[in-house]
């Protein structure tokens, strides 16, 4: 049993690394934009896409389990839904979104 416990441990990590040679390649797809407003509403505007040559990440935690930040980014496969990769994220708005100032702005 133990050496059967050994053997799956010891192959995760390479099965991680062949979803991850599966979908994606050795690059990172870098995701300008702008995020603005004020309490109430929000504002997104994409800038411009850049492929940047190496992959930025951990390609063994592709999804992020943790769920944290306000906002989340998903890639997932078109024919079957299945989620590919995920990441939770916030931005400086959140703090603007404290401030007294951005309750009376326009």
């Known amino acids: 049993m133990k050496k059967m416990f050994f053997l799956?441990?010891?192959?995760?990590?390479?099965?991680?690394?062949?979803q991850f040679d599966k979908y994606f390649e050795q690059a990172t797809l870098r995701i300008d934009y702008s995020h603005?407003?004020?309490?109430?509403?929000?504002?997104?505007?994409?800038?411009?896409?850049?492929?940047?040559p190496n992959w930025a990440g951990s390609k063994q935690n592709l999804i992020d389990t943790l769920s944290l930040g306000v906002?989340?980014?998903e890639m997932r496969e078109k024919s079957s839904g299945k989620l590919l990769f995920s990441?939770?994220?916030?931005?400086?708005?959140?703090e603007w979104l404290t401030m007294e100032e951005a309750k009376n702005s326009c």
Request: aromatic content about 12%; some cysteine.
């Open 8 to 18: 799956i441990v010891s192959l995760f990590p390479m099965l991680c690394l062949a």
């Open 87 to 94: 990441k939770g994220y916030c931005s400086l708005m959140e």
């Open 36 to 52: 603005s407003g004020r309490v109430g509403i929000e504002y997104f505007n994409v800038e411009r896409f850049l492929k940047i």
């Open 71 to 73: 906002h989340k980014v």
